[in-house]
């Protein structure tokens, strides 16, 4: 299974990226935008999607300031 | 005594930390693939960039054969020391409450800033008095302290001087057990008057004097 698991700041957690684009788009002409936050995308091939939850609460994430989601991807 | 400071690849505040160390006792360098911490009375994590600091700050290091031990050591009461990026690596490998964020302003800081002593009764700053401000470099990007939950806070950066964001100017924090400390600020940036202080040589001399005390009881 090709999987995409998508990290996220955890809500509350002051995260100026976000703010940075949220900023960004109106100065463009992009009007009513709000809550832009910026994460990462792991994407991976993995034989035991399973062992999924445990990569990311092993490594792949911080639980303490990520959200994280597990997505299957057509490959 | 006898400090020993972990060199990971892609340590590079590893050899100022051991020449400050060797100001006040000896010190030898403990390198990432290896378990023997060879009789240490300390363990230094040093600043830099762990294993290329992929993926988030300290996330992998926290994995080395060498953290294994240290992590046992801890737990034994041994004392471990963790520098800007030791400090993330002690965070990750749950040594530490808390974790560190990019700093509020995306940007890499590098600046001598003036930190209060919060607490002048742990192992790491006995050497030191209550709210006495130590002049101490920091150079990091990602050093805004979060915790969700209280903390034991050490050092504090002084009004207006908070040069990441981090949650009421928290600079460093010890442990439960008061034997683990982890800290943004370069202590080992300032033990000689070459650096423009010498308050960092605070920190290696109480850990001395703890450790002192220590091997007379």
């Known amino acids: 299974m090709r999987a995409r698991v998508l990290v996220r700041p955890k809500a509350g957690i002051l995260d100026p990226q976000g703010q940075a684009v949220e900023r960004a788009l109106p100065a463009l002409g992009f009007e009513g935008v709000e809550n832009v936050h910026i994460g990462r995308l792991i994407e991976l091939d993995v034989e035991d999607p399973e062992q999924l939850p445990a990569m990311c609460e092993r490594l792949l994430v911080n639980p303490l300031i990520e959200d994280y989601e597990i997505v299957e991807a057509l490959r | 005594m006898k400090f020993g400071v972990v060199r990971f690849p892609g340590s590079c505040d590893d050899v100022d930390a051991l020449l400050a160390a060797q100001r006040v006792g000896e010190a030898v360098i403990l390198w990432h693939q290896d378990r023997d911490l060879q009789g240490v009375d300390a ?43 030791g400090f993330q690596v002690l965070c990750e490998a749950g040594l530490l409450p808390g974790a560190l964020l990019p700093n509020t302003t995306l940007r ?56 990441n964001g981090s949650q009421e100017d928290i600079a460093g924090v010890v442990n439960e057990d008061g034997n683990v400390f982890g800290l943004m600020p370069h202590p080992e940036h300032a033990v000689d008057p070459l650096m423009g202080s010498t308050d960092g040589l605070t920190i290696f001399e109480s850990i001395r004097a703890h450790v002192g005390d220590r091997t007379l009881v």
């Open chain 2, 43 to 85: 363990v230094i994590i040093p600043g830099g960039f762990s294993y290329g600091d992929y993926l988030r700050v300290g996330a992998i290091a926290r994995f080395a054969p060498v953290m294994e031990s240290v992590i046992e050591f801890a737990h034994e009461g041994g004392l471990v020391l963790g520098i800007c990026n």
């Open chain 2, 108 to 163: 890499f800081v590098f600046r001598q800033v003036n930190l209060a002593v919060a607490d002048p009764d742990t192992a790491f700053t006995r050497a030191s008095g209550r709210g006495q401000i130590l002049s101490i470099p920091v150079k990091h990007t990602t050093g805004r302290y979060y915790s969700p939950s209280p903390v034991h806070v050490v050092l504090r950066y002084a009004p207006g001087e908070n040069p």
